[in-house]
């Protein structure tokens, strides 16, 4: 199952290192001046888990595979860009691409870095960037519009979609985001969506960027960002890009050590990697073998069939049964044989709902 996370915000506020920590490598280049970043840089990375390696440390399989999730470092944006300015138009079209923004926000002072406004006001700067998609949004939904007053004269259905675009119209009119639109259950809402993919509709994490001093107890600015976030219902995570770039390299205890020292537990990247997870509603099982040790990603709901059938359809069509034996289990009776024995290993059918952590073996016929 893909996942794809956009990395946004306006020009000099960090996305390019947040990118080079992410990918932990120098992939992206990072300079102080706009535009830097033209053609989407992209790389696939994995999302930490530590059950991986306590499954690994049981099994002994010839290789571990986690799951992973892509991310998209995509130019800059500015004031403008609906109408195309800058970037714009390009810009827009690779969010369309994306299931989650990470929205990166500039929270620190540095004079020696250029702010495209002239001045740090993270806010504004959030402002800039959700009213111009918004403002693409308009455009998309206007022409949709046109299309569907045609096609209403002899189709109910494209009466009912036509209606309802109307109404989401008057919504962005107002400068509201999709996303706090009330009538998102509606089937011909779902249709536009869908087809149009709404830049205003989707998922944000804001990454809040500041300096060393400000990453253990938050500054003025990340507590606008907080505030602000508060009206959305989004999640802001704490980051100093700087920091988790010279992370690159280091071993686990290494890092672990560097955190430490500045008073915080886990990476600002690893908590976007799984609030990402969380927040699209995914999960993992686990399949455990001598030849490998591997996280599959599924949606939190999804029955064994559906599971089986993101490593092979054929595994979701000629699906007879699962064995499924717990993380929890797995752990304390450290082996499939002695979980077996004890009892722990269970045989689902089609209905089974997959559970986070589940390690997992289906049975199929095709």
């Known amino acids: ?16 290192t947040t990118f080079n920590a992410l990918t932990k490598a120098q992939n992206a280049l990072s300079m102080n001046y706009a535009f830097c970043t033209i053609e989407p840089n992209k790389a696939i990375v994995p999302v930490p888990d530590d059950r991986l390696e306590q499954l690994s440390n049981i099994v002994k399989p010839q290789k571990i595979q986690p799951s992973h999730i892509e991310f998209v470092d995509i130019a800059g944006l500015v004031k403008g860009a609906s109408r195309g300015e800058g970037l714009g138009n390009q810009f827009l079209s690779n969010i369309r691409e994306v299931e989650v923004i990470l929205h990166m926000v500039r929270c620190f002072e540095d004079k020696n870095i250029a702010h495209v406004e002239g001045e740090i006001d993270p806010v504004r700067d959030i402002e800039i960037i959700e009213t111009e998609l918004i403002y693409a949004d308009i455009t998309q939904l206007e022409n949709k519009i046109n299309k569907l007053t ?12 036509l209606d309802i675009a109307k ?11 999709v996303s706090l639109y009330s009538n998102k259950t509606d089937d011909s809402f779902i249709s536009l969506d869908k087809e149009l993919k709404f830049l205003s509709n989707k998922t944000i994490i804001y990454g809040a960027n500041v300096d060393e001093d400000s990453l253990k107890e938050d500054n003025s600015f990340v507590q606008q960002v907080k505030q602000y976030a508060k009206k959305t219902g989004f999640e802001v995570v704490t980051l100093c890009a700087k920091i988790e770039e010279e992370l690159i390299g280091l071993s686990d205890d290494e890092a672990k050590e560097f955190l430490d020292d500045f008073g915080v537990k886990f990476s600002g990247l690893e908590t976007i990697i799984q609030k990402s997870f969380d927040l699209l509603g995914l999960q993992s099982y686990f399949t455990a073998g001598v030849q490998e040790v591997r996280s599959w990603t599924i949606k939190k709901g999804d029955t064994a069939p559906k599971a089986a059938g993101v490593i092979h359809n054929d595994f979701e069509k000629g699906f007879i049964k699962a ?35 589940d390690v997992m073996h289906f049975k199929f016929n095709v």
């Open 150 to 161: 045609k096609q209403s004269k002899t189709n109910k259905d494209a009466k009912a979609m």
């Open 1 to 16: 199952m893909g996942l794809s996370v956009g990395i946004v915000g306006l020009p000099n506020i960090g996305k390019s």
């Open 167 to 177: 109404e989401l119209l008057t919504h962005l009119e107002e400068l509201k985001p």
């Open 323 to 357: 064995e499924v034996i717990s993380f929890d289990d797995y752990i304390t009776y450290q082996s499939e044989i002695k979980a077996k024995e004890a009892g722990k290993m269970r045989l689902e059918g089609k209905e089974y709902v997959v559970q986070d952590g």
